[in-house]
C-alpha cells in the first residue's frame, strides 16, 4: 500500500514553493509584525491565484471543494515558509463554518480574510485587526463579530484579539470545523519543523568549530537525525487525521489530537536542535530562524496545547 501523496499533490506543493521562495516571505513577515500588511497581502493574493484559499470553499461558491489531503499539502509549505496571517482560520475554519454562506465565494478568490475565535479552546481571534470577517463559533452555531481588546502573542505577527458578538447566530458545523482548526495548524508545525531542519543541516555544512565544520561531529549528526525522524513520525499522522475528516470517522478526534501533539513535538525538538546548531546568531532578530522559532511557540498552543490534546488522546483511547 503507498501512502504518498500523488503527482498532482507533489506539484501543487512544488508551485506553492517556487511561488513563495521568490516572494520574500521574511520581509513580508517582519513588515506585518511591524504593522505593515501589504507585503503580506500580496502573498496572500499570490495563494489565490495559485488556488489556496480556495481548496475547502464548495464548487457552488466558485471554490475548489478539495479533499483535505489537499489542503494538507498547501498548509505544510505555508508553515515552511512562515506565511504570515491567520492561515488556519481563513482556509481552513472559515470555509466550514460558512459552508451554505454566499461570503465563501470571497473567501475562495481571496478578496476576503477570516479569523475565527471558538471559546473555550480558542478564546481570541488572531489578526482579528486585519481580516475582513470575524466569527465566533461554539455549540453548533457561528455569528458575525467585531475585534475588542488586542493581546500580543509571542509571535508578534499573531496578534490576539477579544471579540465582541454583532450578528445573529446561524447554524454550522462548529465540531468539524475545530478539527480542522487543530489539524490545519499541525500541518503548518510539521512543515515549520522541517524548515529549520533544513535550515540547520545547511548552516552544519559552513559553521567551523576547532577545524572542521560542526556537520562532521558524530552528536550534531545524532541531534539532526533525531530532528528528522520526529517530522517524519508527525507527517504521516497530520495526513492520517486528514482522511478520517474526509470520511467523518468516529475516530476523527483522536487522529487529530494524535496528530497535534506529534507535530507540535517534532516543531518543539526542530526548534532546540537548530538553536544549539546555529548557536547564538539563532537568537537574533535579523536571521531568518528567529521568524520560525517564534512562529513554533505561538502555533503549539493555538486551536488547543499539547496537553489538552494528550487529554483528548487518552479519553479516546
Partial sequence: MNFEIDEQQR????????????????????AWAAGDTAPGRKVWTQLADLGVTALLVPEK????DAHPVDLIVALERLGYWAVPGPITESLAVAPVLLASDER?????????????AMPPQVPRAVNA?????????????????????????????RKLFDVDVTGAPQKAD????????????????VGAGQAMLDHSVAYAKQRTQFGRVIGSYQAIKHKLADVHIAVELARPLVYGAALSLADGSADTARDVSAAKVAAADAALLAARSSLQTH????FTQEHDLSLL?????????????????????????
Avoid: C, K, M, N
Fill in 11 to 30: 506539484d501543487f506543493a512544488a508551485s506553492i514553493d517556487a511561488a513563495l521562495s521568490a516572494a520574500d516571505v521574511p520581509a513580508a513577515v517582519r
Fill in 61 to 64: 461558491f466558485d471554490g475548489i
Fill in 104 to 116: 465563501s465565494g470571497a473567501l475562495a478568490s481571496g478578496e476576503l480574510v477570516a479569523t475565527v
Fill in 129 to 157: 485587526d486585519v481580516a475582513g470577517l470575524v466569527l465566533v463559533a461554539a455549540d453548533g452555531h457561528v455569528a458575525d463579530a467585531t475585534a475588542g481588546t488586542a493581546h500580543d502573542s509571542v509571535d508578534p505577527v
Fill in 174 to 189: 462548529t465540531a468539524r470545523a475545530y478539527e480542522f482548526g487543530v489539524l490545519a495548524t499541525a500541518a503548518q508545525l
Fill in 279 to 282: 548557536g547564538a546568531i539563532g
Fill in 293 to 317: 522559532l517564534l512562529r513554533v511557540q505561538a502555533l503549539r498552543s493555538a486551536w488547543g496545547d499539547p496537553t489538552l490534546h494528550r487529554r483528548r488522546l487518552l479519553e479516546a483511547l
